[in-house]
Structure formats: structure tokens, C-alpha cells
């Protein structure tokens, strides 16, 4: 197991979530992607981007009516894959919404940039490998170097916004998404004040497409109401999306110094591996992560008023995360709340925990557990919210990542306090 050192003794110094920006299927917003999530909304939908008629691949979570040139200078648009400019736009928002809106020119090395990513750019990629073979190698751009790359979001961003910091990118699986928030909290508890951490993806790139058909978890199915049903016995994997999302991240006694509105607070974190598609043996990974982020947040499993479940949508996956929550819980595991609003938009790999954060974050402050859409017949001995959103004090959330490639990882969010509303 592998703890973020969060709640260790590095430093006393307390991270604070001041901003939040979203890019999603559901929402190019915070607020609308925070109406859809509360009113459980599906957008999945059948896959329409060129290319990708022929593939087995026939529902995901499309981001429609983006705009990336209303948003982002051509300079930056035209070295940067479409995952990167999902990115971009978000980080805009985050900073916006953190009244940090303006470049880092004063301070350029007190802010930092971390993202994960899952597979990087392959819509930029396919684009340059076709005129490759199709017209010669002196059509290839010199950009595809690096806009293909996994670490493509972290560097545009921290050279678009002027940002010197601490910067780095997690390259594994969807977890990831978690490990990037642990590591950004791990810098401010080191003395950098801000740190821009998130992730974002687009996988809808025909040749994206064909790479993840080679995951037996993914999602045949060609009712959009049927494909991803975690947590029933219909379970039938997956649906993929894009998009993802960008918090701010500071020191709590900076912001509250500076007048910032403190969104919540990082408690408590860990990771562990146990192999790819390895199921049976992700309940042992995913207990041990999740004790291991309530010891590091000091909190005791009845504190936890909600869980954002990872919600695999395999059966054997779904089964070893509600053996989870009742092995690292106790009694509490199959009492506790627990919700996955992914359902109404799918899986952005290493940006779905991301949008968990966002929607955790955003329950615990309107007070709302939101639903999981399109799931209602449960099988497992857990207390999923369905239908509607249940409203609720929330103080704590956990919040639950496992990838394809057999990382688990923990997050532990606790709601804003008095002070810094």
C-alpha cells in the first residue's frame, strides 16, 4: 500500500480545494455539469464521430458543442490533441473560479501544474500517422512529438499561464486521476502555494477506439439504457467518455488569507496495485487503500457520509467493491451512502475520478447525494442511491478509483469548513 504522506508530518500546512472546472458530456460547466449529476441525467448516447461506425464500440459519453477556438489561442490549438485542449479549457475555469484568473507573472514559481492522463493524444496521432502513410513523411507536422503525449496537458498548461512550479504528470490508469490530487497535496504541504491538478480525456479517436477493444471490460451493448448498469446483474462493463475536470489547490491558510472561498479540504489518501483485471483480488487492493486514506485523514469509517464508488460495471468487479467497502468499513460498509453519477455519462479513464471529486465536492456544499442513473434493480449489499437525489448533511466523502491495469486508489474530502465559506 502506498500513502500519499497527506496527513503525515511533512508539514502542517492543510489543502484546500478554492476552484473546480469541468468539461463533460453532461456539462461544459460547473454549474451545468453540477444540474445534470443532481437530477441524475444520461447523455450516453450511440457513438457518432467519424471512423468509428464499424467498431464494436456503439455508446460512450460524447462532449458535444465544445468549442476549442472560442476558448484557447490558435498558438496553443494547433500543437495540442483534443484531450489537451479539454484541459486547457478547464484549467480556465478552475482558476477562474479560484480568483486566480490572471497569469503567474508575479510569483511564476509559487504555482504548480500536475495531470494524469491514460492514453494521451490519439486523435492528434491518427491524424499525422494517415498523412504519413497516405502522402509522405514531409506532411507530418513537427508537433505530433508532443501532442500525442501523455504529459502534453501538464506542459501546455504551465506554459500557456506562465506557471514555474512543482510540475509533473501521472501516467498509469484511471486511478491515476486520485494520485495526481494526492501528489498536487503532497507539493503545497512542501511549501508550493497553488498547485492546478486534474485530468481530461478524449478517446474517441477511431484508432483510440480499436486500442481499447482489446479491454474485455468494455461495453458491447447497443441500448444506451442498457450498456453500463453497474451493481445489477445486467453488468455488461463500461462505457468510455471524455472529457474530465481541473481543481485548484492551495494552502487552507492562504486562501482563508487571501479571502478565497475554501470549496473543501484533502484529507486523506493511498494507492495499491494488485494486477490487471484481477478482480477477485482488487476487494483486498481496494480495502487496503481505503483504510489506509481514513488513517491518513484521522477518520473513522462512520464519519464518512458518502462514497463515489468506482463503479466498474464487470460483476466480478462490482462484487469486489461493495466486499470492500464491507471489509475496510465494518458493519458501516453496506449502511453508508454510496453513488456513482459516471453512469449517466460513462468513464473518462483517468478523468472520471476527477468529475467524482468535482461532484463530491459540490454534493457536500448543496447537501444532495446525487443519483446513479439507469440503475435500479441492486444486487449487491450496498445502498446505492438511485432514482433521485437524497439530501443529506455531509461533512466527509470517499471517494473510490480502480484502473484497468490493477491500481486502486482512496480519496478522502471533507466539506469546507465554517470559515472558509
Known sequence: ?????????????????????????????????????????????????????HLPLRVAGEVRGFDPSALIEETFLVQTDKFTHFALAAADAALQDAGLSSSAADSPYSVGVVTAAGSGGGEFGQRELQKLWGQGSRFVGPYQSIAWFYAASTG????????????????????????????????????????VVGAAEAPLAPYSGVC????????????????????????CGFVPAEGGAVLVVEDLDRARRRG?????????????????????????????AIRGALDEAGCAPEEIDVVFADA???????????????DALGPYGTKVPVTAPKTGIGRSYCGAPLLDVAAAVLAMEHGQIPPTPGVFDICHDIDLVTSTARPAELRTALVLSRGLMGSNSALVLRGAAPEGR
Not at 156 to 177: H, L, M, N, T, Y
Not at 260 to 287: E, K, Q
Not at 312 to 326: F, H, I, K, S, T
Open 260 to 288: 478565497a472561498t475554501v470549496r473543501a479540504t484533502v484529507a486523506g489518501h493511498a494507492a495499491t496495485f494488485t494486477g490487471a483485471s484481477r478482480w477477485d483480488r482488487s476487494r483486498d487492493g481496494l480495502a487496503h
Open 1 to 53: 500500500m502506498s500513502g500519499s504522506g497527506i496527513g503525515s508530518d511533512i508539514g502542517t500546512r492543510r489543502t484546500a480545494v478554492t476552484g473546480i472546472g469541468v468539461i463533460a458530456p453532461n456539462g461544459l460547466h460547473t454549474d451545468t455539469y453540477w444540474k445534470s449529476v443532481k437530477e441524475g441525467a444520461s447523455v450516453l448516447d450511440r457513438v457518432t464521430r467519424e471512423g468509428c461506425e
Open 156 to 195: 501546455q498548461i504551465s506554459i500557456r499561464k506562465g506557471f514555474k512550479g512543482p510540475c509533473g504528470v501521472v501516467a498509469s490508469d484511471e486511478a491515476g486521476g486520485l494520485d495526481a490530487i494526492a501528489h498536487a497535496a503532497q507539493a503545497v504541504q512542501r511549501g508550493t502555494e497553488v498547485v
Open 312 to 326: 466498474m460495471g464487470v460483476p466480478e468487479a462490482d462484487r469486489a467493491e461493495a466486499l470492500a467497502l464491507a
Open 212 to 235: 481499447q477493444l482489446g479491454y474485455r471490460e468494455l461495453s458491447t451493448v447497443e441500448d444506451p439504457a442498457r450498456a453500463y448498469r453497474p451493481f445489477t446483474s445486467a453488468a
